[in-house]
């Protein structure tokens, strides 16, 4: 029987009809069978075995495709409703109400029973005798995020080794295991998701298996029981019965398939193995139901004599089966063409479809080979700007989705938390509409998409009367960054206790007016996945035209200030070798046209023209891709763990400075982005991290003029309880005889140095109990030394817990997680911001006088300095201006480590609109050092 085509809203009245037609054909065949049985002329020597009735349920209902009762849509209670739960009028909303509904309604949503009972104009009648309202002013409506794919539970927050069950190394190819075997009902991260509006998840094992098992969906919220198995949503019947009685309609099965570097490095040992492991498999399960339909060829023919008593069966094998009859969603990750290719043939020999491919960053240079997929073409589940991590992610493009979606594709947008915090899987939608997918498809990928390629297109997706009471009440459009739950309901369960929300500009409540990627998006597919990212366009003088606003530097160079020009941005400014020489209306600078003749002529269309922001930490500049150690620099000595070989001399410290790669891809996508300095520390393990460079990541070498900004930034410690290292108490004692000891070689000079304040010493940690103890070594070495040390805490997930200490101590904080999350048991106290805190801890850090910088912690986070910025301006509502939210990635950072005025003195020109609008895109950056203009 081929599998049924992928349950999609087409194809769902399809499905309907087949199983009618199905339910017709059983009775006909029942009524042959009954005749056939009594008359057999040939007089069979065996009886009917006493469960015969039992076997042909089992016959008639092994290819049963699984869908809803017919009358599903009849209820009038979920399966899932909590009792006691009121029913929730929700009055006055703007309602996006799913996928190819079109567009989105006015009025009003009555939740029930756990169930949408009706949704626009809602009248007195309509209204149950006990209700509790809430006025949503207006305010748009969603329905739930489904994240199709999390590892919530399984890889558990914070990362404890009793608590991480998602992969198992016991063999390559295991379709018996099952990811609700190892869900943890512990995990920090439910809490956090549901505030960010996600109330379903597809619960996926780990990837390091060929077949890494079943895998579950889940709705978020805590439950009466405080069980796994509660948490579970239409699970299908194998998973507290192996038996084969058949229950219809049957319910979709899920399940995890990985190919590629995975399976590869963790078990296998190359793709080929790999491969054999699927088809070894598949052939395993095709045996089983070739077995299976031969076995119920003879009993339905009534050749009872002709078999065994039992149906043939495997336990070990059994969900494979059930892919092979379409029954089963196969989750796919999958990343290159090489492994497509390699899947879609196991499809096409074997005879099922995978649902769909997740990571699939290059899924966008193959769209007609995804298309040779047996069945149906797969959907793809992808990240924005998550990329380039590992060799197979190397080619990976934001504009992936807008050029899949373009090719016929579904698009979905995934976390694979804690891959990336689920909480903020809208952001990724948000990051794809912004290059280039269409808006109600972006809000689609993490809603209706999801939820109709699982198979729950019947209760999950939309706003609709008869859909389950999972809804996401937003304090902006949705689309907009930012956009922050202001309730969530989960099966008619208002998730926030007591959420704190903001009153959001009126600009946020449309759909931002994204940018033009055209040209972006076809570079990448022509230069499969490898577009140039040297601007090739460079210019000696400019006259940017139609600029609506300049930031500047106040006199000290120190902070941002900002000169608005008349409304409509008629502004200009003249730049000739990197120095602005007039910037005014254009009457005011109208000479310089006759005196620059070569002048470039930039029409920003209402744009503005910013200082360069510097991005710090994660490994940029010195690791091209973080999993393939020969793109890198390599992990530094860890002196206090490990023996270092005498020949590199006494005591050394590396400087990040001798390791520094130029033309990095990250690096230079930071750059087209606005990022026009960068800070960067060894890699390292251990306690010691070396000392740190500053460099413009638009140089082409670091001996191009003005590449290098300053050679020795800050000298940087890591103090945690998670890498290799001694106790945390054991690098305390090490960092205070650092600075109070007499120590030979190069580590004692710059410790010295780090005592004596003449160079900035960065700790790293995220623990408050660590950094307490910093203060007080602080206060320990300054009066042994009368030194003043200049120390900055890099990390501080937990800085929020001494911000009136530390600004008392003038110590500053770089946050390397804007958007925090507890991943560490010694970081796990974060200030988690709206809806679940009143501010956030940027906020709380400056109200007490904190200097706070933003960071990152992976190198391809850099090109998203400004949305991160821009975030903190946008939760802060009010009370952060966005010249305070621009010296958090520029002028802070600039202060804290010491650099000097002069080091950052880029600027960049952005189109179309204000510095952290969606509308606006870098036009040209202006380079002082380098005395020139690169145009994008
Ligand atoms: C809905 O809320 C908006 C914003 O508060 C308000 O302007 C509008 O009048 C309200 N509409 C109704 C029908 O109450
Ligand atoms: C076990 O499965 C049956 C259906 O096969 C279902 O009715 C029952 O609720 C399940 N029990 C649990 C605890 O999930
Ligand atoms: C922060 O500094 C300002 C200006 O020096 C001062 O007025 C204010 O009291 C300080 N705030 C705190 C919490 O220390």
């Keep these: 029987m081929k599998p049924l085509l992928r349950d999609t809203g087409e194809g769902r009245p399809r499905h309907y009809s087949k199983l009618l037609l199905a339910a017709a054909a059983s009775l006909f065949l029942a009524a042959t069978l009954f005749f056939h049985h009594k008359s057999n002329p040939h007089g069979s020597t065996r009886h009917r075995p006493m469960h015969a009735d039992e076997l042909l349920k089992t016959c008639k209902a092994r290819n049963v495709i699984p869908g809803p009762p017919s009358d599903f849509k009849l209820r009038k209670v979920s399966d899932r409703f909590a009792p006691g739960t009121p029913a929730t009028y929700v009055k006055n909303a703007t309602i996006w109400i799913g996928r190819s509904e079109g567009t989105y309604e006015h009025g009003g949503i009555l939740l029930d029973k756990g169930i949408i009972v009706k949704v626009g104009h809602i009248t007195a009648a309509d209204l149950p005798a006990k209700y509790e309202t809430i006025d949503a002013k207006g305010a748009w409506v969603t329905p739930g995020i489904f994240d199709m794919h999390s590892h919530l539970g399984v890889d558990a927050a914070p990362e404890l080794l009793g608590s991480e069950d998602t992969n198992s190394i016991a063999g390559v190819a295991q379709p018996w295991l099952r990811s609700i075997d190892g869900l943890n009902t512990h995990d920090d991260a439910y809490r956090l998701s549901i505030s960010g509006g996600v109330t379903t998840a597809l619960i996926l094992p780990g990837s390091a298996n060929a077949i890494g098992g079943q895998a579950y969906v889940i709705k978020l919220r805590p439950t009466a029981e405080r069980s796994p198995s509660s948490m579970l949503l239409e699970p299908p019947f194998t998973l507290n019965s192996s038996a084969k009685t058949p229950l219809l309609p049957n319910r979709w099965r899920h399940m995890k398939h990985a190919c590629g570097e995975n399976p590869k490095r963790v078990y296998s040992f190359s793709r080929m193995d790999t491969q054999w492991s699927f088809r070894k498999a598949y052939n395993e399960a095709r045996k089983i139901k070739e077995k299976q339909d031969k076995f119920c060829a003879k009993i339905e023919a009534g050749l009872w004599n002709e078999v065994s008593d039992e149906y043939p069966e495997d336990l070990q094998w059994e969900a494979l089966v059930d892919v092979l009859r379409g029954r089963t969603k196969v989750n796919n990750h999958c990343y290159e063409a090489v492994d497509f290719d390699q899947q879609i043939r196991l ?21 007609d080979l995804l298309k040779k997929m047996y069945g149906a073409p797969p959907a793809l589940a992808l990240f924005a700007t998550y990329a380039r991590y590992k060799r197979e992610a190397y080619r990976g493009t934001e504009f992936a989705p807008r050029i899949l979606s373009d090719a016929g594709l579904q698009v979905v947008m995934k976390s694979d938390h804690p891959g990336l915090d689920s909480r903020f899987l809208l952001y990724e939608a948000q990051q794809a509409h912004f290059y280039g997918l269409d808006s109600d498809l972006a809000l689609a990928s993490v809603t209706t998409t999801p939820a109709e390629l699982q198979g729950f297109g019947h209760r999950l997706g939309y706003v609709k009367s008869g859909y389950d009471a999972d809804i996401v009440l937003w304090d902006s459009h949705p689309l907009a960054l930012g956009a922050t739950p202001k309730q969530v309901f989960i099966d008619g369960i208002a998730q926030l206790k007591s959420p704190y929300s903001i009153k959001k500009p009126a600009e946020f409540q449309v759909a931002p007016k994204v940018p033009n990627f055209d040209k972006e998006a076809k570079d990448a597919v022509k230069y499969d996945g490898l577009p140039p990212l040297l601007p090739s366009n460079k210019a000696v003088s400019a006259m940017f035209t139609n600029v609506r606003k300049f930031y500047g530097r106040d006199s000290t160079g120190t902070s941002i200030t900002s000169q608005e020009y008349a409304e409509g941005g008629s502004g200009v400014v003249v730049v000739v070798k990197g120095e602005v020489l007039c910037k005014g209306l254009a009457s005011e600078c109208a000479e310089y046209r006759t005196l620059y003749r070569d002048l470039e002529e930039i029409d920003l269309e209402g744009g503005v023209i ?5 991005t ?33 001399g006494k005591n050394p410290l590396m400087q990040a400075s001798d390791g520094l790669q ?8 930071a750059y087209r982005n606005g990022v026009t300095a960068a800070v960067t520390a060894p890699v390292h393990s251990g306690f010691i991290g070396g000392l740190s460079v500053a460099f413009s990541p638009g140089a082409v070498n670091r001996l191009a003029k003005g590449a290098i900004l300053k050679k020795v930034a800050a000298l940087h410690v890591t103090i945690n309880s998670y890498d290799e290292q001694p106790s945390v108490s054991a690098q305390i004692a090490t960092l205070r005889n650092l ?9 004692g000079k710059y410790f010295r140095m780090a005592r004596d304040g003449e160079i900035p010493l960065v700790v790293d940690t995220d623990n408050a109990d660590v950094i307490a103890t910093l203060l007080d070594l602080l206060d320990e070495v300054s009066q042994l030394s009368r030194s003043k040390i200049k120390l900055i805490i890099s990390g501080g997930a937990e800085a929020h817990l001494l911000a009136k200490e530390l600004g008392q101590a003038g110590v500053g904080v770089i946050l390397t997680r804007p958007r925090p999350f507890p991943s560490f048991w010694s970081g796990k106290e974060i200030l988690p911001g ?9 906020p709380a850090l400056l109200a007490n006088n904190v200097t706070v910088g933003l960071g990152i912690k992976e190198s391809w986070q850099a090109r998203n300095a400004w949305f991160d910025a821009a975030w903190v301006a946008i939760e802060a509502g009010g009370t952060l201006d966005k010249e305070t939210a621009l010296g958090l990635v520029s002028t802070n950072l600039e202060k804290l480590l010491g650099l000097e005025v002069e080091t950052n003195q880029d600027l960049v020109a952005w189109h179309g609109g204000d510095v952290f609008d969606m509308s606006s895109k870098v036009a040209a950056v202006i380079s002082r050092t380098r005395e020139q203009i690169d145009i994008m």
């Design 347 to 367: 499809t096409n020999e074997f005879k099922f479809s995978i649902s769909s491919f997740h990571h699939a960053h290059e899924a966008y240079l193959v769209p």
């Design 616 to 648: 710090y930490g994660g490994p940029i500049g010195l690791t091209e891709i973080e999993a393939e150690s020969s793109t890198s620099d390599g992990v530094e000595f860890a002196p206090i763990s490990q023996k270092i070989p005498k020949l590199i």
């Design 739 to 747: 600075l109070l000891g007499d120590i030979e070689g190069d580590i």
């Design 662 to 669: 130029f033309q990095g891809r990250d690096t230079l996508l």
């Design 610 to 614: 910013a200082p360069g922001m510097l």
């Design 834 to 842: 709206l809806p679940l805190s009143k501010e956030g801890a940027v």
